[in-house]
């Protein structure tokens, strides 16, 4: 009916962002993540008046979310400004609805460090990384969970790029035990990236890394053969 059309809509929308942006169709996924923050923004406020109204704070959320994805996706087209922007919004929204010590607030933190990172601003990821870090093992996240080990990587891979290899490789190495339960498909990513490889290569572990990039290798020509590039860097 029509005062939950737009909702319905916005959850359309924002499945449509996400899955142009893993196929890499990003000024499509930013038209779609921007109509979605139209739609959800006209459902917070025609929700007002549902029979059921929603719990508060579940609209706001998804729009700091939305906002999150929106700047995520501009930051990957090169507006690394616009980008940062629009998360750190997002963020703020965050901040002001729940606080640091909350769920939201650390994933929001961990894509910041996501569009810092592509601006090579080392220092300043470290510190975003660290900052999410705190907040999951305040709130009791467990070490294999997948926002700690995905934040525990960022945090690795700051390191790595300031040529603090030894640091970088005592996070690879936690990451290497939180991670031992999962299927190798699932972790085959954190095992083999090339930050792991060379992290090995320059802190003497060199059959380790020649290991690690031989997995990666067969692995990008498994999923994306001989030709693709992810192929070819691997090699």
């Known amino acids: 009916s029509e005062p939950y059309r737009s909702a319905w809509a916005a959850n359309v929308e924002n499945a449509k962002g996400r899955v142009l942006e893993a196929r890499g169709r990003l000024a499509e996924a930013e038209a779609a993540f921007q109509r979605y923050l139209a739609l959800e923004r006209d459902a917070l406020v025609k929700s007002k008046s549902w029979p059921n109204p929603p719990q508060p704070g579940g609209f706001e959320s998804a729009i700091d979310f939305g906002l999150t994805s929106l700047g995520r996706v501009r930051a990957n087209q090169g507006r690394v400004a616009e980008g940062e922007s629009d998360v750190r919004r997002a963020l703020l929204g965050r901040l002001k609805a729940v606080g640091k010590y909350h769920g939201d607030t650390a994933q929001i933190i961990e894509n910041l460090a996501g569009v810092l990172s592509d601006q090579s601003r080392h220092l300043e990821v470290e510190k975003l990384a660290r900052t ?104």
């Open 132 to 235: 999410s870090l705190e907040i999951y093992e305040a709130l009791g996240y467990a070490p294999d969970s997948a926002h700690r080990v995905r934040v525990t990587y960022r945090l690795a891979v700051a390191l790595f790029s300031q040529r603090r290899y030894g640091d970088a490789k005592a996070l690879f190495d936690q990451i290497d035990a939180a991670t031992r339960a999962w299927p190798p498909q699932r972790s085959v990513g954190l095992r083999t990236s090339w930050p792991r490889v060379f992290v090995d290569y320059n802190t003497r572990n060199v059959e380790s890394g020649i290991e690690r990039a031989r997995e990666q290798l067969a692995f990008q020509k498994a999923r994306k053969g001989e030709l693709h590039y992810d192929t070819a860097m691997a090699r």
